[in-house]
């Protein structure tokens, strides 16, 4: 028989408690203080940075003049845009294209453009009938490139020969005895693309600017088209990973990795527990259903202080006394699935074996537990 002094097995039983609750309480205080540094670089990893927009507008304007043949009742040798012309009086037209790019950010820019002549005689007045086509580049395909601008603007001007298109299509009309609607349509073609390495798209515009001309009329009137280039938009870029501080992002990775150690180690910590406590609870079932017969229930506690405290390591023990004895073990359950006692009194001796759930803890959590 194994004795203990009943002031050491308290001493033994405060501590083991202690320090559970010592381990719990700073478990949680380290997750408690992971957690919060881990919202604070959060918020300046993800969020503090604000959302970026790249703004872009394109414009052009489109005016023109005509130059006049000599003759003896016109003072000037050309006259402005917006007036009915004499075709016969017509020398050249000269058209001048104005286009203007700008953004708000930095860009690398590149522009491609042509100018184009599209000859149409149509069907007898209805202008959605096309009897007769053709194009062709009056300007070939120019490149423009620049780097890390927030504007760019060229003027293109050019000269076309109005007899060179007129006569034509009197010679085609005049073949095919035709009494038709003709024109010449003078088209500015630009592609733009820009990029900028804060955002993911890039800026892709296709646009055109017209100027139409009548053909085989005795008067003309020469039409801007209202469809000519004013587009603005904007991109932005809402990507969070392009707004994602990598220092901050590293930080709040091993802050995470803190947290979920902590958080393994509190559940292992209740999990010992758990399984003390049912280890405790099978342990005091099998104790009163094998010991039955010798074991006596009783509400109150004994009164330790008239008698010489023997404690012992094992049930096993008592049961020995109570055979050599002929003395009935009391069972007292201080708290549930927690602590009793059973104890044997013998004279002035009593004999006691505690059951308490701490003495599992360190069972289940060492390599003997099964």
Request: with cysteine.
């Amino acid at each position: 028989m194994k004795i203990f002094s009943s002031s050491k097995l308290k001493e033994y039983n405060r501590s083991v408690s202690s320090k559970k609750t010592f381990q719990i309480i700073y478990y949680l205080c380290l997750l408690g203080i992971f957690s919060c540094l881990l919202l604070i670089f959060f918020i300046k990893a993800f969020i503090t940075k604000p959302t970026t927009t790249l703004s872009y507008k394109e414009v052009s304007s489109t005016d023109y003049n005509v130059k006049l043949k000599p003759n003896e009742y016109y003072e000037v040798d050309r006259l402005p845009s917006g007036m009915d012309y004499i075709a016969s009086l017509i020398d050249s037209i000269n058209i001048n294209f104005n286009y203007t790019f700008t953004t708000n950010k930095d860009i690398d820019y590149d522009a491609t453009y042509y100018i184009e002549a599209i000859t149409r005689v149509y069907g007898k007045d209805d202008k959605n009938t096309i009897l007769y086509e053709k194009k062709e580049n009056i300007v070939d395909e120019q490149k423009i490139s620049k780097k890390d601008i927030m504007a760019n603007n060229f003027v293109k001007e050019i000269s076309l020969n109005y007899d060179r298109f007129n006569n034509f299509v009197k010679s085609f009309k005049t073949s095919y005895g035709l009494n038709s609607v003709s024109d010449v349509t003078i088209v500015l073609h630009i592609k733009t693309h820009g990029v900028n390495d804060e955002f993911s798209d890039s800026i892709d515009l296709d646009s055109i600017a017209l100027v139409v001309i009548p053909l085989t009329e005795q008067t003309i009137n020469i039409t801007i088209d209202s469809k000519n280039i004013n587009n603005s938009s904007s991109i932005i870029d809402n990507s969070i990973w392009r707004n994602v501080n990598p220092i901050y992002l590293m930080i709040v990775i091993l802050f995470s990795v803190a947290d979920i150690y902590v958080i393994v180690c509190l559940i292992k910590i209740f999990i010992r527990a758990i399984k003390s406590r049912s280890k405790y609870d099978r342990t005091l079932n099998k104790i009163l259903k094998d010991y039955d017969s010798i074991i006596v229930n009783v509400e109150n506690s004994v009164d330790e202080e008239n008698y010489e405290i023997i404690n012992v390591s094992s049930f096993e023990e008592l049961r020995d006394l109570h055979d050599n004895l002929g003395i009935p073990i009391l069972f007292n359950n201080i708290t549930p699935s927690k602590l009793s006692y059973f104890t044997v009194i013998n004279d002035n001796l009593l004999y006691k074996y505690t059951l308490d759930a701490t003495h599992f803890s360190k069972v289940v959590g060492g390599k003997n537990e099964k």
